[in-house]
């Protein structure tokens, strides 16, 4: 909530939306006196500021910018009353079409009949609006337009390209210069900045949009991550498979994501009169694996694992980076287990997401039972029976393992409940990154069964569950929190070996192939440049640690350490610094 100062000096506190969607009008009103050919369209409140979309000749420019800032400041500065008034439809559209304004003519034919019909006018601009709207354009004291992108009228590549101008404003000149601070911090988080400059990842519309490339750094961090979690599923008795990243239509249709899902899939391909499309999820084939065999109560639990490459059809509007992407890897398994083996696989699942978390060094985050809307059960697997006993199962599960957590209603998986860890980034907004969810459903789509003790045939109930989600969004979220700084063990290059001149180089050979027998992930930077400028180019490229090598060094058989966070270190054994380094390599950690 924001508070705003009234006549007589009271206040009145209201809510962000509120405050920026009268700033979008304002923005509005700039635009329309320094562009008046300019088509107005629609112009809202957003989670963090707002937006208008124009139909202008020419796109804008920083220059255009610039000065519409300043003319929103001056209509600030006039504080001129926001009123509002109806009109009846016909006068409604004839204002508008006097105004020149087609795209709010067909939002008010489109209006249901007997709908309000309603402007708002501040001075000369009037715009169609069901508001509401702050008294007057003064109460807005403090503002920025923050970036500008094309857009299409109604989301429709169909229709005309716009111009979309973003803003956010503030009470307070001090609360907009903090916002601003943590935009400039955003923008040296992003992952794909630091992706491009640390040679992680790299995208090219021929290849398609949201089709993510790693280059080598990345792929080391990709791999190492592979390696790590599957280290740990392998402890904990899970058997990896490899499943292939498409399927027939069918496969589907039986596990019910046909239903649910084919929005957010590929579209299919006809292959010899069968039908297949891009897998967008892995549960179906890991499905059939389990089928494969005939399994006893005694081969109970089964925990099949995979890293696994899926594909969904993101709208473009929605990609970012490695973040979200159309094909991504995720770190998947799927537990068969008998009904008195939910609570302990269910537990060893959770003890698994914290020994990561702690390891990894993850530490604001929460839980949240995901649950069916009762009032809303078309997107859910009908069986009303089921969800009440999985959603009673899993409350009961984590109450007996002491876990806290948030019931949300309505973001159960189709097939069942789950628990989710929402974690909360550096910066933007939290979202899941682990998920565990418990399945009665798709064991029976499938017809699956175990053998139990007396005989005879059960269906075995199935937990789906993500430690990292994706691979790729985890490195997008590990780069975002460490600023593209990642520990030690995770660094694409760990060491960088930097001789003061040429006369240290055959040294600095012995010290880099010394370190490589080592297993360390070491480069040799041989070029002719000032020691000075080696320093900063592997600061800049994030590496842990630099070897700065002169004549002492050569004579002392040593290294001056200089670490990326502590700075020099001072000259120390070859042998001493690689003892030091592999036991934090070992150890996951950091500096």
Known sequence: MF????????????EEKLYWHTTAHILAQAVKRLFPNCKLTIGPAIENGFYYDFDVEQPFTEEDIAKLEEEMKKISKEDLPIE????????????????????????????????????????????????????????????????????????????????RVYGISFPKASELEEYLQKLEEAKQRDHRKLGKELGIFMTNDLVGKGLPMYLPNGYIVWELLENYIKAKERKLGYKHVLTPPLATVDLYKTSGHWDHYKDGMFPKMEVEGEEFVLRPMNCPHHMMIYANDIHSYRDLPIRIGEIARDCRFEASGTLKGIERARTFCQNDAHLFVTPEQIESEFKSVVDLILEVYKELNITDYHFELSLRDPKDKVKYFPDDAMWNHAENTLRQVLKDIGIEYVEKIGEAAFYGPKLDVQVKPAVGNEYTLSTCQLDFCLPMRFNLSYIDKEGQKKTPVVLHRAILGSIDRFIAYYLEETKGALPIWLSPVQVKVLPITDKQMEYAKKVTQELEKQGIRVELDERQEK??????????????????LGDKEVEANGVAVRERKGGDLGQMSLEQFIVSLKEKIEKHSGE
């Open 3 to 14: 508070k705003i100062k009234l006549e007589g000096g009271k206040t009145r506190e209201v």
């Open 84 to 163: 509002r008034f109806e009109l009846p439809r016909e006068e409604a559209i004839q204002l508008m079409e006097e105004r020149k304004e087609p795209y709010k003519v067909e939002l008010i034919r489109e209006l249901p009949e007997g709908e309000v019909i309603s402007f708002y006018k501040q001075g000369e601009f009037v715009d169609l609006c069901r508001g509401p709207h702050l008294p007057s354009t003064g109460k807005v004291k403090a503002m920025k337009l923050t970036s500008m992108s094309s857009a299409y009228w109604r989301g429709d590549a169909k229709n005309k390209t716009l111009q």
């Open 531 to 548: 020691i000075g400028y080696k320093i900063r180019s592997a600061q800049v490229e994030k590496v842990p640690y630099m070897l700065i």
